[in-house]
């Protein structure tokens, strides 16, 4: 079992649309990142957190640490939105320079 | 712009042939990494730096080795390529930050590697 359990695996949403995509984790964490991948594109970081929200833009990224759960909001959803979305959380321990990367969640925002 | 550059988008190279993917960065950042990215696999660490000469293995080690003998500079070499290594190659770069050893993470567009 990963340890970084991605929801919804698809999305298709319409143009407007208000996304969702959440982010479960089994491990103690120092952080959580969330990635962008457009196709055929490299990986853009939206955001890096350890605790409570951050805003950049149309896009929130909240986490609840005793919960183990994040999520990515993205208001008034556009085509340009169209990616895959990946979560990756940064161990506590020794070794805390490793990120665990769940599967990505592919975005399809339709005009 | 802060930027890592890749050298290569595309590779196509023979099995036993040895491979060379440089990665670049010029954000004086401490910490630069090797994944690769293979689809229902997701990303996978080979080789960390987090300073010059120095290095930790990742998950997935097994047939590379690295070089950073510069810290804006880390290499990934393919020894003997082997078509299970055909894949995405992704480096990316980050600062040390307070509390954790990994900062934000800018990564490179990929190099794509096809081993025949």
């Known amino acids: 079992k990963n340890e970084v359990e991605q929801s919804p695996q698809n999305l298709t949403a319409q143009e407007g649309e208000f996304i969702t995509i959440n982010c479960s984790y089994s491990?103690?964490?120092?952080?959580l990142h969330w990635l962008q991948q457009h196709p055929g594109g490299g990986i853009v970081s939206l955001f890096m957190?350890?605790?409570g929200k951050k805003k950049h833009g149309r896009l929130i990224a909240t986490i609840n640490i005793q919960e183990k759960h994040s999520s990515l909001h993205i208001t008034a959803s556009h085509p340009r939105d169209s990616a895959v979305y990946i979560c990756a959380v940064q161990g506590d321990g020794g070794s805390n320079y490793k990120l665990t990367f769940g599967k990505g969640t592919l975005l399809t925002v339709n005009p | 712009d802060v930027k890592v550059t890749q050298s290569s988008r595309y590779l196509v190279k023979r099995t036993g042939e040895k491979v060379f993917l440089e990665c670049v960065q010029d954000?004086?950042?401490?910490?630069m990494f090797w994944y690769r990215q293979d689809p229902g696999l997701g990303l996978r660490l080979i080789y960390f730096s987090y300073d010059v000469k120095m290095k930790e293995k990742g998950d997935i080690p097994e047939g590379y080795s690295v070089s950073r003998e510069k810290k804006e500079r880390f290499s990934l070499i393919l020894e003997s390529a082997s078509t299970n290594q055909t894949s995405m190659y992704l480096c990316?770069?980050?600062?040390?930050?307070?509390?954790?050893?990994?900062?934000?993470?800018?990564f490179g567009e990929g190099s794509r590697l096809t081993v025949l």
């Open positions: 491990v103690g964490i120092s952080a």
């Open positions: 954000m004086d950042h401490e910490n």
């Open positions: 957190l350890s605790s």
């Open positions: 990316a770069s980050s600062f040390r930050s307070s509390g954790s050893l990994t900062g934000e993470l800018f």
